[in-house]
């Protein structure tokens, strides 16, 4: 089981109202198995892929005001002292730092500009099993209309360096480094375009995005935009048919060189 550094994404998971149809469509989708979920954690279930853990269903709990959404949980080597960190940012917390049994601890915060993330203190659960393969995580990114709240938050509760992306002079996107390692990128729409709630999208590989495309609109969910080409993957992003939002890609299609990096 891999070992996350600080700042790292190392686990996401999704809120849904109805738990049995969330393992019906990704299981679909992803080719995920998944536990029984136990009742002292809120029938919490685990998705697997090549018997490893990738992903987590939570079942809405009544009274919940969340809606149905995937979060994504940066990994901490102390939950507690990132939550300070949360609030000296601007921040807020939606969730405290809490044990979670022998696992691990957690918070769920948001960015000054209403972007909600998760943190993960890991102790018996690690995160994810694998990652950058199909069925697994591969890469997120922070949506926002408030870049500077973004840019200004989480360099600096996170050990992130922030390079812009250029190539495009209508584009605003930063990626975030751990090191020597990307983990992350920040998006910030073009006016023209339509209004988008703050979030972290979150990007699954799958061996074909076109398949995986006619999959999500066969079982009811929607394609909110692609397949698109580009010089990381052929992707799109798509909402399933609760109201989750994540993006599907083919890192293997790539069309294109990817745009320079500033120091």
């Not at 550094?5 to 049995?20: F, I, K, Q, R, S």
């Not at 136990?38 to 998705?47: D, L």
């Not at 901490?76 to 044990?99: F, H, K, N, Y």
Request: charged share 20%; aromatic share 12%; proline share 11%.
């Amino acid at each position: 089981m891999p070992t996350y550094p600080e700042g790292v994404p190392c686990w996401a998971d999704a809120t849904l109202p109805d738990l049995a149809a969330g393992k019906a469509f990704y299981g679909e989708l992803f080719g995920w198995t998944f536990d029984e979920g136990a009742a002292e954690f809120g029938h919490y279930t685990q998705a697997f892929s090549d018997g490893v853990p990738v992903a987590g269903l939570s079942p809405q709990l009544p009274g919940q005001e969340v809606p149905p959404a995937w979060v994504l949980y940066f990994a901490s080597p102390d939950v507690s002292a990132t939550a300070t960190r949360i609030r000296e940012q601007g921040g807020q917390l939606l969730a405290e730092p809490m044990e979670v049994g022998d696992l691990g601890a957690m918070l769920l915060g948001w960015d000054p500009g209403g972007v909600l993330f998760g943190v993960w203190q890991p102790g018996r659960h690690r995160g994810f099993g694998k990652v950058d393969a199909p069925g697994a995580f591969v890469w997120s990114e922070v949506v926002t209309r408030d870049p500077e709240a973004a840019d200004a938050f989480f360099p600096k509760v996170f050990p992130f360096r922030a390079r812009r992306m250029g190539g495009d002079e209508g584009m605003d996107y930063r990626v975030w480094n751990v090191g020597d390692q990307m983990v992350g990128g920040r998006y910030s729409p073009a006016p023209d375009e339509p209004t988008v709630a703050p979030r972290i999208d979150v990007y699954y590989a799958v061996p074909d995005c076109d398949a995986a495309v006619a999959t999500v609109e066969r079982l009811g969910g929607t394609v909110r935009n692609g397949p698109t080409d580009s010089p990381f993957g052929r992707m799109a992003a798509i909402t399933d048919p609760q109201g989750a939002s994540l993006s599907v890609i083919d890192v293997a299609t790539t069309k294109g060189e990817p745009p320079p990096l500033e120091p």
